[in-house]
């Protein structure tokens, strides 16, 4: 008995505790609930006024070359410590004096109405209150901080600095909707480091970088800024653009604009083998001139019925499916067609012309007759070979709002009698001109279609993150002869065609004209509204780039062969003249250069300057009818420079006799400008070339 009241007491001591440890948990937690709730409000109060955002600094965005395009700069917001020791000595005498200052430097407030804001604050013992009203640059806080109360410094005077960065365009408005914005409030100021619009949206999450902590205490009468964590800062984006080719192409379009008074233009460059996008130019009517407005070139207030341009698609399905050939006849009559209750007209009566020259003199009356007369009984064979193209679909083009390429299908709701006709041609369907770019210079690079990119690379401090490499999108749209054809078709508007007046005199031009009617969603086709384009790539024997140039709404002349057709050759001409040609010299040169007075040319010639100079330290003697010379330990080494057939010779450097005796032995057509020996060639030595192909060269 007496070891069972043991038992039971020592469990009675045990429950004992574990009551008294739960009572005692129980007040503890009322106690942080309701007793001292206060206190920990208090403590919430001062941590989410005094914990402060530390915004990292935003990534630049470059040029192919480095050059920036965007970039941050420091802003600054100026507070006050009403409540510091410092301030309230002085206050009373200089508060009138502060507001003076305020009103006249913002000019947004009366004196009056500064002094009572800064009155009622610090009747409430504000501790941060805000002094600017908007963001102010260095300079200016240099100034700020000689006002009343604030020259007193950050103790003495109460002055807190918050510094948040502004995005700025260092090359002005230059390709400004492609690189993009950051969002907008009130007013429209920046008041957030966050994408809006372009590349800025694109690739926010590499650019913005991550914030970072700190904490603000005030420590006897002081602040003190503690930084908890460090931000990081945004990566660097290294676009494809390059600042030189983008003020060409934006300086063209903006001269043809003013002169044309077209609603907006766009311009796109590309290279041809990498897709990357080398300018893009969106210039649209505003106060009185033109500046980058809206993103026609990809976006869906560019995404119109192609017109013209579209006729290359139509009549490379037909030579596709094998059922025409270029030089197959069509009669294109008088300049009128009747198609199912709809004239389809010719700007001029043509009769009985070749596929070829139906493409050339771009007739729509051939190509609709060409398409109906093959697809009318199966229309679907026509569009699905056109899909096949790959051009129904969206391009996936790193920036957002790509407008939606548009094409009816045999069966839809709204495919009428008319549609195939019409299709044929360039209408009732919707492109925007970087997708009809797309096409184009998928036949210029062979039949390989390469998706456009803006973007070449992603680095951190100068480090490499991320390298975009090229993206195939159809590695052949159509068969090597089919694209063989196309090219001729495209170099003959220019030679005999509609686009005659682009061709130049320094290398040859390959593109199509393009001329549509620019229908309304309320009443049909506006008219005298229309859509004016040329899209081609140069050189036409070895194409570098491509480019489309459009015209929405021109004023007086509205034919793309008319106002686009000016701009693509300027454009065209000073690409080559400031890239092409730079490209061609590889360092060559500087051998050619110094010993100009024995450029590489015959053999028997060479040695009899040498002979006739006294050189001694001539060495070799190559059994070629042809050699090169180069210095090597204080020697001229000649050596053989035979003609490898299907290659072309390298000629720079010579005289244009030897030049041209070089490259006919090659079996290439030569075309001179100039006068002296061989600067550059259009033709890179050491590529293939085939049987009269034309090489241009430049003397100098």
């Known amino acids: 008995m007496g070891i069972r009241k043991t038992i039971l007491a020592r469990f009675a001591l045990v429950y004992f505790v574990l009551l008294l440890f739960t009572l005692v948990v129980i007040a503890k937690l009322f106690s942080v609930q309701r007793i001292k709730n206060d206190r920990w409000q208090q403590i919430e109060e001062n941590l989410s006024k005094n914990t402060v955002v530390v915004e990292p600094t935003r990534g630049n965005i470059c040029a192919d070359d480095g050059s920036v395009l965007a970039t941050s700069v420091p802003g600054y917001f100026v507070r006050i410590d009403l409540a510091s020791e410092g301030v309230r000595k002085v206050f009373n005498n200089e508060c009138d004096s502060l507001a003076w200052h305020l009103s006249r430097f913002f000019k947004d407030a009366s004196q009056n109405e500064y002094l009572r804001k800064i009155k009622g604050a610090y009747k409430a013992r504000n501790r941060g209150f805000l002094l600017t009203p908007r963001k102010v640059d260095y300079l200016e806080l240099q100034q700020l901080k000689k006002f009343p109360i604030l020259r007193r410094g950050r103790y003495g005077g109460g002055m807190i600095v918050e510094q ?183 700007t001029h009566g043509y009769g009985r012309i070749t596929v070829k020259q139906v493409f050339e003199k771009s007739s729509n009356i051939g190509t609709a007759k060409i398409i109906t007369e093959h697809y009318a009984k199966n229309p679907k064979k026509y569009v699905d070979r056109v899909y096949s193209f790959g051009v129904n679909k969206p391009l996936g083009i790193e920036i957002e709002g790509e407008g939606r390429p548009y094409f009816k299908y045999p069966g839809d709701a709204d495919w009428w009698g008319t549609t195939l006709a019409g299709m044929s041609y360039g209408y009732e369907t919707k492109m925007t001109p970087l997708q009809i770019l797309t096409f184009y210079n998928a036949v210029a690079n062979g039949g390989k279609m390469v998706k456009p990119r803006l973007v070449k690379e992603i680095r951190d401090n100068g480090i490499l993150v991320k390298k975009f490499e090229p993206v195939v999108l159809n590695p052949m749209i159509a068969s090597r002869e089919t694209i063989g054809k196309a090219r001729a078709m495209l170099e003959g508007v220019c030679e005999r065609g509609t686009g005659t007046t682009i061709q130049g005199d320094y290398f040859k031009v390959a593109g199509k004209t393009g001329t549509a009617r620019v229908a309304t969603s309320s009443s049909g086709y506006s008219a005298g509204m229309y859509l004016a384009s040329f899209t081609g790539y140069f050189p036409a024997d070895n194409p570098e780039y491509s480019l489309i140039v459009t015209f929405n709404n021109p004023r007086g002349a509205y034919y793309g062969g008319s106002v686009a057709g000016p701009v693509f050759k300027e454009i065209s001409e000073k690409v080559y003249a400031s890239q092409i040609l730079a490209n061609l010299d590889d360092g060559k040169e500087e051998v050619t250069v110094r010993n100009r007075e024995i450029a590489k040319g015959k053999t028997a010639d060479i040695f009899e300057v040498a002979e006739e100079l006294d050189l001694e330290n001539v060495k070799g003697k190559p059994d070629a009818q042809l050699a090169n010379v180069a210095e090597k330990e204080d020697q001229l080494v000649v050596t053989g420079a035979d003609v490898q057939q299907g290659l072309v010779p390298d000629v720079r450097g010579m005289g244009v006799s030897d030049a041209i005796f070089l490259l006919e032995n090659a079996g290439l057509k030569v075309k001179i400008n100039g006068v002296g020996k061989v600067k550059t060639q259009s033709l890179r030595a050491g590529v293939k070339c085939n049987p009269g192909q034309t090489i241009y060269i430049a003397l100098g």
Request: hydrophobic residues 35%; proline residues 2%.
């Open 164 to 346: 948040e960065n502004k995005r700025v365009n260092p090359l002005g408005g230059l390709a400004l909707r492609t690189i993009g914005s950051l969002n907008k409030g009130e007013y429209e100021e920046i008041n957030g480091p966050i994408g809006y619009t372009g590349l800025e949206r694109a690739y926010e999450s590499y650019l913005k970088g991550q914030d970072g902590v700190s904490y603000r205490q005030n420590l006897s009468g002081r602040w003190v800024i503690r930084t908890e964590i460090e931000p990081q800062d945004g990566m660097d984006i290294i676009t494809t653009l390059n600042v030189k080719l983008q003020d060409i192409v934006e300086s063209a379009l903006h001269h043809q604009l003013q002169e044309s008074n077209a609603d907006w233009a766009t311009a796109i460059l590309l290279e041809v083998k990498s897709g990357e996008i080398k300018a893009i130019a969106n210039l649209g009517k505003g106060g009185g001139d033109y500046y980058e407005k809206d993103n026609y070139a990809l976006g869906h207030r560019g995404c119109f019925e192609p017109g013209s341009s579209f006729k290359l698609m139509s009549l490379m399905a037909a030579l596709e499916d094998g059922v025409v050939d270029t030089s197959d006849v069509v009669d294109t009559g008088n300049g009128a067609w009747a198609n199912n209750g709809r004239v389809i007209k010719d």
